[in-house]
């Protein structure tokens, strides 16, 4: 029989009966003859809190300790799921991280998993016990606890469905799907009923919170049939329509006839703009600029440099906004003066907004469609990138909301367009 992985978000194990309908839920899954293994997060606002009791002591708490502290909460999740399952008569065994064990390396608070040891989970299912595993936590080499991240209990359940080699990975959540842009901006949106792991990729690095990327990532290099649904619908619901519910994620393109060319609008106003300004136009340039930056650890998103029409020539990135201040100082202080650029400005007010869609492989005007748009609404932009199958702009952020709008109504992603 099929061996399927449910993931549950922190909302949905957010109190005692919350989780009592996570074993409702999970129970007539196993109940139906699938093996299943549930990946559960901690109890919303737990990881928080027990965050913010590591604050109180040390304003930079020690990462080994501060992973020991924060993977507790998913320790309790996994004891108060096997009880509540065992409690309507579903046998059930829970293991931390550490016990299977998931492998990681050393990088605490962002550790990476390396491995997953299966061998209890696959003696478990025989017994035809429901396994369940705590998200977000693994061990190094060294037997240290590790966690993966905020949100990586997502992760998780996706690496363990690609160890096991699951027929699907279920992520339960608090929305009921992916969206063709955030609900909450654009009323009409619509919830997509596939969606290419690749445009799931853009749509998460630019801003879509429904899956930590990792986990998309991970979907893909493995193949994991993933599908993200609601976990706010009644536990009893019929197992064949909640099978189908929600958006997949998938590997293929679909019937090119019937997909639309574009899939989502996302966008994010996590990121601000650095110029140099007329910098002499001569090899070793970028790397002049760029190299202090990345030595500094700096991420940066969009670059663009045009062509010079006197000997120089603008010079303009994108970094995080945490990160906006610190860039501007290491600019000053290495490079401004040495390369000879005549001044440094930066904007921390923009907003990237980007149309994503595998269709734009095949369909041309894609672009010249979102400049309209945008020309129409008097919005300008400012800077321009694209990839295979995104499109982003950069523009002033107080026009992210209506650009947003204007784009998903000129690609026609409106609910029954
Ligand atoms: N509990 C962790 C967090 O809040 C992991 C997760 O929920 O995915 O970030
Ligand atoms: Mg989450």
């Excluded at 990681?104 to 016990?129: F, M, P, S, W």
């Excluded at 049939?225 to 909640?242: F, G």
Aim: hydrophobic share 40%.
């Amino acid at each position: 029989m099929a061996l399927i992985v449910h993931k549950y978000g922190g909302t949905s194990m957010g109190s005692v009966e919350r989780i009592k309908n996570v074993a409702a839920r999970v129970a007539k899954w196993h109940r139906a003859g699938y093996n299943m293994v549930v990946v559960p997060s901690a109890m919303s606002g737990e990881t928080n809190r027990l965050i913010g009791l590591a604050k109180e002591i040390q304003s930079q708490p020690d990462p080994r300790e501060l992973d020991m502290l924060a993977c507790t909460g998913e320790q309790v999740s996994v004891g108060l799921l096997a009880m509540a399952l065992k409690a309507i008569g579903v046998d059930a065994v829970s293991y931390a991280g550490w016990q299977l064990p998931v492998r990681t390396d050393n990088a605490y608070t962002k550790a990476r998993i390396t491995g997953i040891d299966t061998e209890k989970v696959h003696r478990d299912l025989q017994q035809a016990r429901v396994v369940i595993i705590t998200g977000f936590q693994g061990v190094d080499p060294e037997g240290h606890v590790t966690t993966l991240g905020r949100g990586g209990s997502d992760t998780s359940a996706v690496a363990i469905a690609a160890a096991l080699e699951a027929d699907e990975c279920l992520i339960y959540t608090d929305v009921d799907g992916v969206y063709t842009t955030d609900p909450r901006i654009v009323a009409e949106a619509r919830r997509l009923e596939r969606i290419t792991f690749e445009e799931m990729l853009e749509m998460a690095s630019l801003g879509s919170k429904v899956l930590q990327i990792r986990s998309v990532e991970f979907a893909g290099k493995y193949r994991v049939k993933t599908r993200v649904l609601s976990s706010l619908t009644p536990p009893d619901m019929d197992l064949a329509t909640e099978a189908q519910s929600g958006t997949l994620i998938t590997f293929e393109e679909g019937d090119a006839m019937e997909q639309a060319v574009i899939s989502g609008i996302a966008f994010n106003r996590d990121e601000a703009k650095i110029t140099l300004t007329r910098v002499p136009d001569r090899p070793g340039v970028a790397f002049s600029i760029l190299g202090p930056v990345a030595e500094a650890n700096i991420d940066v998103d969009m670059i663009i440099q045009n062509q010079s029409q006197d000997g120089s020539t603008d010079f303009s990135f994108t970094v995080h906004r945490n990160e906006y201040e610190r860039a501007l100082a290491v600019l000053r202080e290495n490079v401004l003066g040495s390369i000879g650029a005549k001044d440094l400005v930066g904007d921390p007010k923009i907003a990237k907004v980007s149309v994503v869609g595998i269709g734009m492989r095949s369909h041309v005007g894609i672009a010249s469609l979102m400049f309209k748009t945008l020309s129409a609404e008097g919005i300008n932009i400012q800077m321009i990138s694209t990839s295979e199958i995104k499109i982003s702009v950069v523009i002033e952020d107080k026009y992210m909301e209506l650009a947003v709008r204007a784009l998903h109504k000129a690609f026609g992603l409106e609910q029954g367009a």
